[in-house]
């Protein structure tokens, strides 16, 4: 009978232990699931971040190559650049002379003028130029002024001409009529090579170099022809004909400079 009751209160103390171990369970499995939804969180959370920065990345990297990406334009507007320049000047004057009472002929009072020029310049690479100019004058007809071709940055500050040209003597022997301060050339000038200056065909080298002495220092030499007939008259000097000149320039203020050559 002992045994009976036994039996029965360990029963009854069986059935009093099984709620308080399912209400322990269940309250772990809770906690597991909190714990496995705040991870889920945390993961959506990160996964979230990551795709902002990816998102942000993408777009330096668009602004970064759409900056070095190559810029097509049409050239159609830009065929004007490869245009030749083309001008036209005049040289002209007005005369007043007194009546004639002497018998001596005089030029009469009135307006003329003494050339026209046409110019023509283009670029025929982005290290090459062309130059034309051609002269109408009333008595003589049409001559040619000037026609060559320089080529620059053949070495550092040196330049080649090719062609017939105005020569690199003095100041003004460069120069066209029109553009001089007075009516004609110096008397200095026109007395040792002629009413039109050193006008002639060869090569000209022009070298542009720093010195310490001068802000800027020019060395010219050009081979001619010789074809001027008031300074070469005979055969024995008609090739070559050798100019050379060295130039220095003194900048002072926007105004003044001085240049000795």
Same mark, same amino acid.
């Given at each position: 009978?002992?045994?009976?009751?036994l039996?029965?209160?360990?029963l009854l103390l069986q059935?009093?232990?099984?709620?308080?171990?399912?209400?322990?369970?269940?309250l772990r499995?809770?906690?597991?699931?909190q714990?496995?939804?705040?991870?889920?969180a945390?993961?959506?959370?990160n996964? =979230?971040?990551?795709?902002r920065?990816?998102?942000g990345?993408?777009?330096?990297?668009? !602004? @970064? *190559?759409?900056?070095?990406s190559? +810029?097509f334009?049409?050239?159609?507007r830009?065929?004007?650049?490869?245009?030749?320049e083309?001008?036209?000047t005049?040289?002209?004057?007005a005369?007043a002379?007194?009546?004639?009472?002497c018998?001596?002929?005089?030029?009469?009072?009135?307006?003329?003028?003494?050339?026209?020029?046409?110019?023509?310049q283009s670029? =025929?690479?982005p290290?090459?130029?062309a130059?034309?100019a051609?002269?109408f004058?009333? !008595? @003589? *007809?049409v001559?040619?002024?000037? +026609?060559?071709?320089?080529?620059?940055d053949?070495?550092?500050?040196?330049?080649?001409?090719?062609?017939?040209?105005?020569?690199?003597?003095?100041?003004v022997?460069?120069w066209?009529?029109?553009?001089?301060?007075?009516?004609?050339?110096?008397?200095?000038?026109?007395?040792l090579?002629?009413?039109?200056?050193?006008?002639?065909?060869g090569?000209?080298?022009?070298?542009?170099?720093?010195?310490?002495w001068?802000d800027?220092?020019n060395?010219?030499?050009q081979?001619?022809?010789?074809?001027s007939?008031?300074?070469f008259?005979?055969?024995?000097?008609s090739?070559?004909a050798?100019?050379?000149?060295?130039?220095?320039?003194?900048?002072?203020?926007?105004n003044t400079?001085l240049e000795i050559?």
């Amino acid at each position: 009978m002992y045994r009976t009751i036994l039996i029965i209160l360990a029963l009854l103390l069986q059935l009093q232990a099984r709620p308080a171990g399912q209400d322990s369970l269940s309250l772990r499995l809770k906690q597991l699931e909190q714990e496995v939804a705040l991870l889920k969180a945390r993961q959506e959370e990160n996964e =979230l971040q990551k795709l902002r920065q990816e998102a942000g990345q993408a777009a330096e990297q668009g !602004d @970064e *190559g759409s900056s070095n990406s190559k +810029v097509f334009k049409s050239g159609q507007r830009s065929l004007q650049a490869i245009n030749p320049e083309i001008s036209f000047t005049g040289d002209g004057y007005a005369l007043a002379a007194p009546q004639n009472r002497c018998g001596r002929q005089q030029p009469h009072s009135g307006f003329a003028f003494r050339v026209l020029g046409l110019h023509v310049q283009s670029s =025929l690479d982005p290290f090459s130029l062309a130059k034309v100019a051609l002269e109408f004058r009333p !008595d @003589e *007809g049409v001559e040619l002024g000037e +026609v060559y071709v320089t080529w620059a940055d053949l070495a550092p500050g040196l330049s080649l001409t090719a062609g017939k040209f105005r020569q690199q003597f003095g100041i003004v022997n460069r120069w066209h009529v029109h553009s001089l301060d007075q009516y004609a050339f110096p008397l200095a000038l026109t007395t040792l090579l002629g009413e039109e200056g050193l006008n002639q065909s060869g090569l000209s080298l022009d070298w542009l170099v720093s010195a310490p002495w001068a802000d800027a220092t020019n060395v010219t030499l050009q081979i001619t022809n010789g074809s001027s007939p008031h300074l070469f008259a005979g055969e024995d000097f008609s090739f070559p004909a050798l100019l050379f000149r060295l130039g220095n320039y003194y900048d002072f203020n926007e105004n003044t400079y001085l240049e000795i050559g």
